[in-house]
């Protein structure tokens, strides 16, 4: 008669010392044993026991379409005339929307009081500037609720080592602070556009709203420019900035009332709904862009406006290119200590940094990216080399990808130049990314992401070695990971580069006095250099200041700031360079154009 007791194996160990006939594996049995000393050694130290719980992600409200009419989209953290003029954008796109002032350093104590601890210099500024806006909305007589109901907040989002990437949760931990507990926030991701099941349908991704973007950045950029161009020459002070006013205004109200192609208008309504009349309406909304004239009309008469300021070239004053973080080198207040306006009091003609260049940055970088990946995570990558219909499928996909990219690199910027001839001045050119990453990859590994990149040290370089600034200003967050490493790359650029004048200035919510200190020691020395450089164009020339400025008198026109003055390839200032072209008109050897 077979035994009735369980035989035990060697894998497994008695469940329960009391008898119970269940039977557990070693593993499990010992792990039991550990638990229960843990326990023991716990409670003999007086240890309390708490449950982990996971973080998870706040559950956001949505915005709906339905809350379009009722609901406000806020944004900020760029120029006030790249701001006004998506406001005319989103404005003409059925949307509510206000831009958020530039933030001041009671935003910064306000992001400082509401925020985490050892957060980078933009987001107390940017965070801090929020929560100050809707105290404001709250002293107009909103009660908090109907705040956090009617308002939105669409920012930028970002990965990579930088803080960039957490400004939507510090966002979310000082509305909690700050008592808006419940404030809906849109992120847009700078790499993956934006995340559409936090968006649902509130805010409508098309390709009108696309178009609209870019054509607010890009307008953005001209006027911004320009208004850096002419100030520092004009003769009626304050006459660039009431010009420039007007003629945002006035853009502003363009794009807002511009009337778009739509397949449901017109003579293709009978399309409206099918698959073809969505294919016309998307490839006309793109034609509609390259040939119309909507835009480079408005800018023809903007720079028609502009061109009525009297300037004087002869003023001798260092250009200053400005470059660094994005946030830093974009913002126009305390957040970058006012960099632009005191360098402008210091004398100095201040070289901006075009969104631009970002934008073109973005899609050199996706292609890099490309061709480095090539292989990476697909399935057929492996696949043996005589297998051809792999290995084709495989550079299909590839070469589409990249062909993508290379086309929408040509259309931007072709689109860019044309508006910038629309305006009429003599704007800087977008910058070519490729000469850039050429330039930038014996100092800063081209492939290293986060923040500018290599864009800092390509710029450096470019700026300096193509005879286009007296200086750089490196403007940065205090702590900012990437420019840090940046500023570590530069050692080895001016060392190089022996005569160039470069100084990174790193800010705060305090230290104004100190930093302006250090522009103001090495805007010194680029007053020297400018000074000997257009004392030597004199000695080249062979004549007086008296009498250029004579010649100037006797024709106007070259006292209009949209009059174009050739550059000369070694000679960085604009008094030199003016100077040099009314010599070579005083001696014939060109020819005066009205």
């Known amino acids: 008669m077979a035994s009735s007791r369980t035989q035990i194996t060697s894998d497994q160990l008695p469940g329960d010392p009391v008898g119970n006939k269940s039977f557990v594996s070693k593993e499990a049995f010992i792990r039991s044993m550990i638990e229960d000393e843990r326990s023991r050694l716990e409670q003999a130290a007086g240890i309390e026991k708490t449950t982990i719980q996971q973080f998870a992600k706040p559950v956001e409200n949505m915005f709906t379409k339905a809350e379009r009419a009722t609901t406000t989209l806020l944004f900020g953290g760029l120029t006030w005339r790249h701001e006004h003029l998506l406001e005319g954008v989103l404005r003409g796109l059925g949307y509510k929307v206000n831009a958020i002032p530039t933030p001041d350093v009671k935003a910064f104590q306000l992001g400082k009081e509401y925020g985490n601890n050892g957060q980078c210099n933009p987001t107390y500024f940017t965070v801090g500037n929020l929560i100050q806006y809707l105290h404001g909305l709250e002293e107009s007589g909103l009660n908090r609720k109907e705040i956090i109901d009617n308002y939105v907040l669409l920012t930028a989002g970002a990965c990579g080592p930088c803080r960039f990437g957490m400004y939507e949760a510090e966002y979310r931990l000082a509305l909690r602070n700050s008592g808006f507990d419940g404030f809906r926030v849109i992120l847009f991701q ?43 020459y004009e003769v009626e002070e304050g006459k660039t900035d009431a010009v420039m006013e007007e003629t945002l205004d006035y853009l502003h109200d363009v794009m807002r009332d511009r009337k778009r192609f739509d397949v449901n208008n017109g003579w293709t309504k009978f399309l409206a709904g099918t698959k073809l009349g969505g294919s016309i309406n998307y490839v006309g909304k793109f034609v509609d862009q390259l040939v119309g004239k909507a835009y480079s009309r408005t800018l023809n008469k903007a720079g028609a406006r502009f061109n009525e300021i009297e300037v004087d070239r002869f003023r001798v004053k260092p250009i200053v290119k400005v470059t660094g973080e994005f946030w830093a080198q974009i913002t126009e207040g305390d957040g970058n200590f006012n960099m632009f306006r005191f360098l402008e009091q210091e004398n100095a003609e201040v070289l901006v940094e075009p969104i631009g260049t970002w934008i073109m940055y973005l899609l050199a970088q996706y292609k890099m990216k490309a061709k480095d990946r090539k292989h990476i995570g ?98 940065k967050p205090f702590g900012c990971m990437p420019s840090t490493q940046s500023d570590g790359a530069q050692a080895a650029v001016v060392e190089l580069y022996k005569d160039a004048i470069y100084l990174p200035i790193e800010t705060s919510g305090e230290g104004e006095v100190n930093a302006h200190s250090r522009v103001q020691m090495a805007l010194g020395n680029a007053r020297i250099k400018a000074r000997q450089e257009f004392q030597d164009v004199l000695d080249r020339t062979g004549k007086s200041l008296d009498e250029m400025k004579a010649y100037v008198n006797d024709h106007p026109v070259l006292k209009k700031p949209m009059y174009t003055v050739p550059k000369v390839n070694e000679i960085v200032g604009t008094a030199a360079n003016f100077a040099l072209h009314v010599s070579d008109l005083m001696d014939g050897k060109v020819r005066l154009v009205a």
Not at 191 to 213: A, H, I, P, T, W
Not at 397 to 423: D, H, N, P, S
């Open 378 to 475: 697909v399935d057929d990558s492996d696949a043996p080399l005589w297998r051809l219909d792999k290995q084709l499928g495989n550079e299909v996909r590839y070469r589409k990808k990249v062909g993508t990219m290379t086309l929408a690199e040509k259309i931007f910027k072709r689109e860019y130049t044309r508006l910038q001839r629309a305006l009429g001045s003599t704007l800087h050119e977008l910058v070519d990314q490729y000469e850039l990453q050429r330039m930038a990859h014996p100092f800063y590994n081209t492939r290293a992401a986060g923040g500018e990149g290599h864009l800092e040290v390509a710029k450096n370089i470019y700026y300096n070695s193509k005879g286009l600034a007296h200086m750089v200003l490196s403007v």
């Open 190 to 232: 700078q790499g993956g556009g934006l995340n559409q099941s936090e968006m649902e349908s509130g805010l409508d991704m098309n390709l009108d709203f696309f178009l609209g973007v870019i054509n607010a950045f890009n307008v953005g950029d001209m006027i911004n420019e320009v208004g850096y161009q002419i100030r520092p």
